[in-house]
């Protein structure tokens, strides 16, 4: 049994501590939260579950072997490198740290440490990106030509980071776990409409060494909600909708074909293949069930995530990247992303 100390109980810490009270081999020792409403609220639906105002008490006790980090993004470095100081597995909302260089200290103490250290990437364990991964890998898709991804919808405001690191970070980890290249290159373009407050409407444009493309436009201010992705390829395109009820995924045959005329080789013809449209089963199990299930097992054979410090660390270089371009009025920034990644 993994037991499990939670810090921070505001918007996303309620469905961690549920999913992990529902996961097998896991059990929520103890919430953490400095607001006394929040407290409250999680001592009437888990009574079982200590509840403390200081997160020091997590890292103290002995019987707790993992942390769970739920706090703004500037807090995830001190918090995590305290537990794994402490001698906790961590797991880390997103992003996993406000820098590259932080990322990377967490990955060497606990490698040094023997942890596991996991990085919360929920889309990753979904069925629909599961579904795509395998697409992908399986050649079904053909060659990559390009990745378009629209996330928009109005608020929440964040204060300690803008939209890029807010939003885009997820179509980032979803890119990084199903396509089988790694961007080289970012140029973005953002701008913020709100007096003292970070960007809320940004255009990402990420380039590869070879011909692929990929494009993420995410914003704040947008009167409706909207979370789709494309994914177009020599054999195959997907068309990904987070929002649809049951048919997330849908896969179309069509694209180009290239023929030549007469006898000449350099004369080529280029015409559209338009085939069937198929929606794929998918698994529909909650993804945060399912990633709490993984990151139990991972601990228990002391193997990595398939969201570890790695794929942290390479989304984390991304959004460096992104924001170093903003800044500069969407200059081409390159930067260096490992492909090595851990297999799902």
Known sequence: MIRIGVIGYGYWGPNLVRNFMEARDCDVQAICDTR??????????????EVTADYREIMADPAIDAVAISTPVSTHFPLALEALMAGKHVWVEKPMT????????????????GLLLHVDHTFVYTGAVKKIRELVASGAVGRIYYYDSVRVNLGLFQRDVNVIWDLAVHDLSIMDHVLPVAPRAVSVTGVGHVAGSPEDVAY????????TIAHVHVNWLAPVKVRR?????????????????????????????LGEEGESRYQLLVGYRSGDMWAPQI??????????NHFADCIGRGVPTTTSGEAGLRVVRILEAASASMADRGRVIEFDVPEVKVPA
Request: aromatic share 6%; hydrophobic share 40%; proline share 4%.
């Open 229 to 257: 992705t494309l994914i177009g390829g020599s054999n195959k395109m997907i068309v990904y909708d987070d929002l649809e009820p049951s048919e997330k995924i849908k896969v179309y045959d069509k694209g180009l074909r």
């Open 98 to 113: 406000t820098t590259a260089d932080e990322a990377q200290r967490l990955m060497d103490e606990a490698d040094r440490r």
């Open 36 to 49: 006394p409403e929040r407290l409250a609220t999680a001592h009437a639906r888990y009574p079982a579950a």
């Open 283 to 292: 698994d529909m199990t909650e993804a945060l069930l399912g990633e709490a």
């Open 204 to 211: 990402l444009t990420l380039f590869f060494d070879d011909s």
